[in-house]
């Protein structure tokens, strides 16, 4: 399954790639920014996703601290921006397993513990988005929303019915328990202060976000409101969930241009922040992010390296 999935993501992402990119040759040609107020919005957007990714790697930090971990700030930091480097050039997500695999010697854990802290990461995530989603979808766009709501409700039924089975699973069987409980630590860590921390941080990196989309937007010619940014993101993140190719290709496009369109944006101005908004995501992280894996954590080959004696490692072990 681990094998089939990394082409069931590149087969979607063909698919809804091909959609949009037919849809967009036939749009009138995009205005890419080229006054100096746009561009000063460009830069505006990226410092505010670097400013996001800042907080999302305080927050990997203190999960690992709370589960006894002692990684240096600098390589919670840096390891984050490897780990969307690779998400953003690597299928089914690969960047989580090079922060796994990067971060579990220097923070002096285990592996398992570390893939619970992004658990607890992604968990945090997707309760937020959901609620974004919910509350904002539905009290903005009404009947667009409310289609949209009905997809959400559909994916929120699947979730609950995969956790109960899974719970029910893991009850069965010792073994799998045993296997998967470091893995549940972090996110039933979840609870009291440090949980509440947790969400507040989460929402607080969900809004930068949706500031981010917004400032795009100015940079793109399209002034929306909070609500509409919101919204948004919310819509992208919830395409996102469906298994897509590197950076969420064609999922998180097909949000952008059905979300701009709902909210009153032209066909042109749609390719217009479609482009900008896939700039400001992708490429600046990304070439941060392989200087960092070259200069820091010894490029490729180390990484190929890490992983082979990682494996070994833990096949040992078990």
Known sequence: MRGRLPLLGLAVSAACLAGVIWWAVHQPAPDLPSSPARLADLLGAVALYTVATVVRAERWHALLLAEGARPPRADSYALTVVGYC????LPARAGDAVRVVLMTPRAHTSTRTVIGTLVAER???????????????????????GGDLEIVALVTLAGVVAVTAGVVLLRRNLRLH??????????????????????????????LECCVW???????????????????????????????GPAYAGTQDTAAVVGIKAIGGSGSLAVTYLLVL?????????????????????????????????????????
């Not at 988005?129 to 009947?143: D, E, K, R, S």
């Not at 045993?178 to 969400?199: D, I, K, N, Q, Y």
């Open 278 to 318: 896939r700039f400001v995501l992708q490429v600046p992280i990304t070439v941060v992010g392989f200087v960092l894996l070259a200069v820091r954590y010894g490029g490729i080959a180390m990484l190929r390296n890490a992983v082979t004696s990682r494996t070994a490692a833990d096949t040992a072990t078990s």
């Open 123 to 145: 968990l945090l995530d997707v309760a937020v988005i959901l609620a974004l989603f919910l509350v904002v979808g539905y009290a903005l766009l009404g009947n667009v929303g």
């Open 178 to 207: 045993e296997l998967v409980r470091p893995m549940l630590t972090s996110t039933l860590g979840l609870r009291g202060a440090h949980g509440a921390r947790m969400l507040a941080v989460t929402v607080g990196i969900w809004l």
């Open 86 to 89: 690779a998400n953003n050039v």
């Open 214 to 244: 917004m400032t795009v937007g100015a940079a793109a010619g399209l002034r929306m409101t909070f609500l509409e940014g919101v919204y948004l993101v919310a819509l992208a993140s919830v395409f996102s969930m469906i298994p897509s």
